[in-house]
């Protein structure tokens, strides 16, 4: 079985300052990773995800995210963020043979003025 | 955007009431999901469903149950439903294999008074 932490459930900054949310993991199996966000009263959409190759996966609205295997991190960031990126953001992983997910907590983003 | 409907979108019931909620999708996707999310619990798997009439329990699948009898709908039944099932309900539909996101319905609103 596999887990999922995500390490802030709470991240406030400035506008236009960079940020990192952070997302550790834990499997047995080889696993794809994958980074979700919800704005209020929305469903998950996807931002990027990591199947195999580069580790360093770039995605949607300027997020990016890198895969570290040896510390099963898988850490997003985005180098200068705006207030439209206030929202929930979901780490999650699936095994490489199966079909389901398990999502970490959430991190709350909250950008500021 | 994938075309998932979930309905209803807002529910208030009573303790001890039967509940169902619809998915719908017009995907043909094989694989459906229900998900509940909590604060600080993320989003946890009740039952997902890889064809008609094929279900398996999630990791917090107690007092629920499902039904696919087309592709294009999953049901989610609380049977008696209690407060502690008062939550936000999403619905996930995926091709099934690993590497492939899950695309998620807007959710429905629960409330069980």
């Known amino acids: 079985a596999q887990s999922v932490t995500q390490l802030d459930s709470q991240v406030p900054v400035f506008e236009e300052a960079p940020v990192e949310l952070r997302c550790n993991y834990s499997?047995?199996?080889?696993?794809?990773l994958f980074w979700y966000v919800q704005y209020p009263n929305q469903g998950l959409q996807l931002l990027l995800k990591?199947?195999?190759?580069?580790?360093l996966v770039k995605g949607i609205n300027g997020f990016e995210a890198e895969f570290n295997k040896s510390q099963t991190s898988f850490h997003l960031r985005k180098p200068s963020v705006h207030i439209s990126d206030t929202a929930e953001y979901f780490c999650?992983?699936?095994?490489?043979?199966?079909?389901?997910?398990?999502f970490g907590e959430g991190t709350q983003l909250t950008v500021n003025p | 955007d994938a075309g998932i409907t979930q309905s209803p979108r807002h529910k208030v019931t009573e303790t001890g009431t039967p509940v169902t909620l619809r998915c719908h999708q017009t995907?043909?996707?094989?694989?459906m999901y229900w998900y509940r999310q909590d604060p600080g619990h993320g989003l946890r798997l009740i039952h997902y469903?890889?064809?008609?009439?094929?279900?398996d329990k999630g990791e917090v699948s107690d007092g629920y149950s499902v039904s696919r009898s087309k592709t294009e709908d999953f049901l989610l039944t609380l049977e008696s439903a209690t407060s502690s099932q008062t939550s936000v309900y999403f619905c996930?539909?995926?091709?099934?294999?690993?590497?492939?996101?899950?695309?998620f319905g807007d959710g429905t609103r629960l409330s069980i008074l």
């Open positions: 996930a539909i995926s091709t099934g294999t690993g590497n492939q996101p899950q695309h």
């Open positions: 499997s047995s199996v080889s696993v794809y």
């Open positions: 990591y199947l195999s190759g580069s580790t």
């Open positions: 999650a992983v699936a095994e490489t043979s199966g079909s389901r997910l398990t």
């Open positions: 995907e043909n996707h094989r694989y």
């Open positions: 469903s890889y064809g008609v009439k094929d279900t």
